[in-house]
Nanobody, 120 residues
Framework: QVQLVESGGGLVQAGGSLRLSCAAS????????MGWYRQAPGKQRELVAA???????NYADSVKGRFTIFRDNVKNTVDLQMNSLKPEDTAVYYC??????????????WGQGTQVTVSS
């Protein structure tokens, strides 16, 4: 009923930048919070950044000042601009959205994940 499609991952040197994009489509009535999570090998998935429908943002301490989350409520997209990347940012990044469907039921949806690798 809903798809989250991610793009923009890849390989970058330390200090470089990448921008991740996520687009939601389907039977969407409203999207509440949207965000990005990441999971490194052997570690738990963690929140990187999130944004509410009203534009309030929340960032993990490890990315504050380096990452910025952007949201377009018309296009149902959320982007993550990642600057000054570090090797410890290497992970699979997942888009997440809390979506109210046209039947007014609410579910959390995940994208398929996109690999970000930062070389030292």
């Amino acid at each position: 009923q809903v798809q989250l499609v991610e793009s923009g991952g890849g390989l970058v040197q330390a200090g470089g930048s990448l921008r991740l994009s996520c687009a939601a489509s389907g039977r969407i009535f409203r999207i509440n919070a949207m965000g990005w999570y990441r999971q490194a090998p052997g570690k738990q998935r963690e929140l990187v950044a999130a944004v509410t429908s009203g534009g309030s943002t929340n960032y993990a301490d490890s990315v504050k000042g380096r990452f910025t989350i952007f949201r377009d409520n018309v296009k149902n997209t959320v982007d993550l601009q990642m600057n000054s990347l570090k090797p410890e940012d290497t992970a699979v990044y997942y888009c997440n959205a809390d979506i109210v469907l046209t039947n007014y039921r609410s579910y959390a949806y995940w994208g398929q994940g996109t690999q970000v690798t930062v070389s030292s």
